[in-house]
């Protein structure tokens, strides 16, 4: 550790330094990618481990830009149990002029669905797990909210077989006249022309033979190359296989309110963009206390996990 300043302190990462508030604590390297570097960490004030992602450099040009305030502004708008929880923003930079770094604090998971889909899954897990990340998407594309990068890496999942999906730097709102990016979903998880495949295994079971024919059925839906007759996600999550655990608060949450209507249409300088995210920053920070944020109403936005975790 060194150069402390105030409420923040800074820690090498890898390559990387970070520059946190003190209330975080025992940062570990968790993860990397295009957007950013995540660290495991304690949050000393509430108590409970978090997830500190550093996005890379989101300066360097206009893309990196409209990116890092596509994610922030989603995040901060969505409110569901099957999407990541934002649950502190800040950066270390005390004025616009020197604002560079931004750092998102979100929930901690324990693994992502690229480690968990090597697991020996029986159906009851595999469907619950395909029946969050349908509520999921479902909760998002009923703001017209469109992930686009929707893959194993960017869904993560607790012991418990929580699941939450993730990663909205490539996101888009489907409320634009725009042309969509064909090349921007990684190249293996473009859906649904390539898949990964998978092997039941045969079991004496009865019910288990059921389920397996139910999967398979579902995933031949899924697989539709016509997006015409391929199965909706609504359709999805009334299939036999995973509609035993609908529920009407889940699959059917009030869709999140976009403060930003223009999100898409946008097209701004580096330092146009830099102040607005700078706005988004400040606009946490005079919403909220000790990272529980309030809305306008005074209502805080914690899930009951932490809340638990607390007590």
Wanted: glycine share 4%; proline share 5%; net charge negative.
């Amino acid at each position: 550790m060194s150069e402390e300043d105030g409420n923040f302190y800074s820690v090498q990462v890898g390559d990387s330094t970070f520059t946190v508030l003190k209330r975080y604590q025992q940062l570990r390297a968790i993860g990397s990618g295009a957007q950013g570097i995540v660290c495991s960490a304690l949050d000393a004030v509430l108590g409970i481990p978090v997830a500190v992602k550093k996005l890379s450099r989101p300066f360097q040009n206009q893309t990196h830009a409209k990116r890092a305030y596509r994610e922030l502004v989603l995040l901060k708008c969505v409110n569901h149990k099957n999407i990541i929880r934002l649950l502190n923003v800040f950066t270390p930079q005390k004025s616009l002029e020197e604002f560079q770094d931004l750092y998102l604090v979100m929930e901690l998971m324990d693994a992502s669905l690229c480690q968990v889909i090597h697991m020996d899954l029986d159906h009851e897990r595999m469907s619950y797990l395909l029946y969050q990340i349908l509520c999921g998407i479902r909760h998002l594309h009923s703001a017209g909210i469109i992930h686009r990068d929707l893959k194993p890496s960017n869904i993560v999942v607790k012991s418990d077989c929580t699941l939450k999906i993730l990663d909205f730097g490539l996101a888009r709102t489907a409320c634009t006249n725009f042309m969509m990016t064909p090349y921007v979903v990684t190249r293996y998880y473009r859906a649904p022309e390539v898949i990964l495949g998978m092997k039941y295994k045969e079991n004496d079971s009865e019910h288990d033979k059921l389920k397996t024919n139910q999967a398979r059925d579902l995933l031949s839906k899924m697989l539709v190359i016509d997006p015409e007759r391929r199965i909706s996600v609504q359709e999805a999550l009334n299939h036999p296989y995973i509609h035993v655990w609908y529920d009407p608060a889940e699959a059917d949450a009030p869709p999140p309110q976009i403060p930003d209507k223009q999100l898409e249409e946008r097209e701004h300088s580096i330092e146009q963009w830099k102040e607005l995210i700078y706005k988004e920053v400040m606009d946490w920070q005079e919403r909220s206390k000790n990272g529980v944020v309030k809305d306008e109403a005074g209502e805080l936005f914690v899930s009951p996990c932490y809340l638990s975790t607390v007590a």
